[in-house]
């Protein structure tokens, strides 16, 4: 017998506060955004192990104990812009400020929205916990199973940009609990439909700045990396779960291939300047100026925002990106020449570290 995948409705939600060791989880309380994902491996772990050896006589494993239990796992998506990205975004950021009827250059634009995401300048560390949720299909649907995983906080935000088409994110989670639910037929949406495949963002639709430069690339990821404490460190006797999980490190890379044009690049992070012919000791970093942002991604979806002519868009900005090379340029006979660098978002002196903008037609963002 065989079970289909494609049955399964996946959900997100933000929760406004931690459920704990005490509270009791209930998911009528928290707003559910359905998500189409290609793929969500995340559920229960468990630390089942057998007993060490003992002496007397056998050499083979005599019993064996659980000694606790967690969640986690990642989910890969092709994000929409109408929505549901906000609440992802704002859990792995950690705060989220809306400006209405201005797009994301600050121009007048009614009825768009702006919505910044970005790390709470007054508490870097700062995380919401979020829940996810989603149904396990059966042979047969009355067999099917309700899996809700909550007390969780974003690990890891992984954009990847490839040379043509859509653009996709990845979410790693680690989270303190889960319920199993056998009848979920309470379970309700905050949206009733899925939001539509027109919302987005192309690799074609738009462009990729550094120092106010448009580079050509072949494609890029962006790792947004929030170093969680683990569940090890976080269980403490009397209970089988984690306590908690806090931010301990933050740091954002992206990792882009070069179409090589000329040298000037490669110079630069190796010798200090574009006519460089000696190593240079000072690191190659780009700041933002009164020209624009030191790092600028923008791409926008097909489908325009109500009845404006502003489409739904994604943007990345930081104020401050250190560059290094992960390999020197490699020649291929029959092949273009091209290098992979990588950058490194470096705290600024002013302004956010790092920004994940997004234009819409929702209001804003706000912890429940």
């Given at each position: 017998?065989?079970?289909?995948?494609?049955?399964?409705?996946?959900?997100?939600?933000?929760?406004?506060?931690?459920?704990?060791?005490?509270?009791?989880?209930?998911?009528?309380?928290?707003?559910?955004?359905?998500?189409?994902?290609?793929?969500?491996?995340?559920?229960?772990?468990?630390?089942?192990?057998?007993?060490?050896?003992?002496?007397?006589?056998?050499?083979?494993?005599?019993?064996?104990?659980?000694?606790?239990?967690?969640?986690?796992?990642?989910?890969?998506?092709?994000?929409?812009?109408?929505?549901?990205?906000?609440?992802?975004?704002?859990?792995?950021?950690?705060?989220?400020?809306?400006?209405?009827?201005?797009?994301?250059?600050?121009?007048?634009?009614?009825?768009?929205?702006?919505?910044?995401?970005?790390?709470?300048?007054?508490?870097?560390?700062?995380?919401?916990?979020?829940?996810?949720?989603?149904?396990?299909?059966?042979?047969?649907?009355?067999?099917?199973?309700?899996?809700?995983?909550?007390?969780?906080?974003?690990?890891?935000?992984?954009?990847?940009?490839?040379?043509?088409?859509?653009?996709?994110?990845?979410?790693?989670?680690?989270?303190?609990?889960?319920?199993h639910e056998n009848d979920f037929s309470d379970w309700a949406y905050a949206n009733a439909t899925f939001e539509d495949h027109t919302t987005t963002p192309e690799a074609g639709y738009g462009a990729f700045y550094i120092n106010q430069e448009e580079w050509p690339i072949f494609g890029l990821t962006l790792d947004i990396g929030n170093g969680l404490t683990t569940p090890a460190m976080e269980t403490v006797v009397g209970d089988p779960r984690p306590d908690d999980f806090i931010c301990l490190t933050r740091a954002a890379t992206l990792r882009l291939v070069l179409k090589w044009d000329d040298s000037e690049l490669y110079q630069q992070v190796l010798n200090g300047s574009a006519s460089g012919e000696n190593w240079s000791w000072t690191p190659f970093e780009h700041l933002t100026s009164a020209n624009g942002y030191a790092l600028d991604g923008r791409f926008q979806a097909a489908e325009l925002i109500g009845a404006t002519n502003t489409p739904h868009e994604v943007r990345v900005r930081a104020n401050r990106v250190l560059w290094s090379m992960a390999e020197p340029p490699e020649l291929v006979a029959g092949g273009l020449v091209q290098v992979t660098f990588v950058g490194t978002i470096m705290q600024p002196d002013t302004g956010n570290y790092l920004e994940v903008v997004v234009m819409n037609a929702e209001t804003g963002y706000v912890l429940p």
């Open positions: 017998m065989s079970a289909p995948s494609q049955r399964s409705t996946v959900s997100f939600a933000v929760q406004g506060a931690k459920v704990g060791r005490d509270g009791t989880f209930d998911h009528t309380t928290y707003d559910w955004y359905k998500i189409p994902v290609p793929r969500i491996a995340a559920g229960p772990a468990q630390n089942q192990q057998t007993m060490p050896l003992e002496l007397g006589g056998t050499i083979t494993p005599r019993g064996a104990f659980k000694a606790g239990y967690f969640s986690g796992g990642e989910i890969d998506l092709i994000p929409r812009l109408e929505n549901s990205i906000g609440w992802m975004l704002l859990a792995a950021m950690g705060s989220a400020s809306s400006v209405t009827g201005v797009n994301a250059d600050g121009v007048a634009a009614s009825g768009v929205n702006t919505h910044i995401f970005a790390f709470d300048p007054s508490d870097q560390s700062s995380l919401p916990y979020c829940a996810i949720r989603r149904t396990i299909p059966a042979e047969e649907v009355a067999n099917d199973l309700g899996e809700s995983l909550f007390d969780m906080k974003i690990n890891l935000l992984r954009f990847t940009v490839p040379n043509a088409g859509k653009i996709a994110m990845r979410m790693q989670m680690l989270g303190r609990d889960y319920s």
